[in-house]
């Protein structure tokens, strides 16, 4: 059965949002590292064979890295949106085969530096080079990392479905609900940001703090740092002194 269109729109929204913030990063954080190891790699008194397992070494450590991030950014986006559909195991499954068709590609470049490498040093045997059975060593070990990683999500989108079957959770994702708080803090708040049309989460976003900065001020779990504080009154366009402590 296929999702409904509106479901379907806000799920390749928050998805793409996710990839954003991930390529983002890779770009900002994890391509320059690699380069940077690579590079002095080259510097080092090392054989060909022996470049071969230092680059394999680089290359699953930074893979394993890749996916953890790349996983959290989706984890985070269903988190703060509230998203059942993320959760969903057909999603996680065809995100599963995203990842890994990445991990697929990086593993085949790898494999031509390392040829490409052997080729110039012209009399390294192909015995001294990682076999095929490596490469796919490689890939199993970061496929049993994508899959403990997605368990988790699939654990959570399981008892989001459970308890949304219950009727414990609205139709509404979480951070887009309407505060149901009661207190000073609700008193003030929650009227501004029914003017504003703000969930929780773009108030957080307004006032630039973490999601769960301004959900449990709200909620009255926590009491937030004075800077904290001074941004979310800011983002309301209330003294300080006006939100309750």
Do not use: C
């Amino acid at each position: 059965m296929k999702a409904p269109a509106s479901g379907r729109v806000e799920y390749e929204a928050l998805f793409e949002l996710a990839e954003s913030k991930f390529h983002a990063w890779h770009q900002k954080k994890l391509r320059p590292e690699r380069e940077r190891r690579m590079s002095e790699l080259r510097t080092h008194n090392l054989t060909t064979s022996g470049r071969a397992v230092a680059v394999m070494r680089i290359y699953r450590e930074l893979l394993e890295r890749e996916v953890r991030k790349r996983i959290g950014f989706y984890a985070a986006v269903a988190r703060e949106s509230g998203s059942s559909e993320m959760l969903s195991k057909r999603r996680l499954d065809e995100f599963r085969e995203l990842v890994m068709t990445r991990v697929g590609h990086a593993t085949r470049v790898l494999k031509d530096h390392i040829m490409q490498d052997a080729l110039a040093a012209g009399d390294v045997p192909l015995l001294a080079l990682p076999n095929e059975r490596q490469y796919v060593s490689l890939k199993a070990v970061i496929l049993d990392v994508v899959n403990d990683e997605l368990r988790v999500l699939a654990a959570e989108g399981t008892l989001a479905s459970r308890s949304k079957e219950r009727g414990v959770v609205s139709e509404e994702p979480a951070a887009r609900r309407a505060p149901k708080v009661v207190g000073a803090r609700a008193t003030i708040v929650a009227p501004i940001l029914d003017s504003k049309g703000w969930s929780i989460f773009e108030w957080a976003t307004n006032a630039s703090v973490d999601f769960h900065t301004a959900s449990d001020y709200l909620k009255g779990r926590t009491k937030p740092h004075p800077s904290s504080r001074k941004k979310l009154a800011e983002a309301l366009g209330v003294k300080v002194e006006d939100l309750p402590v």
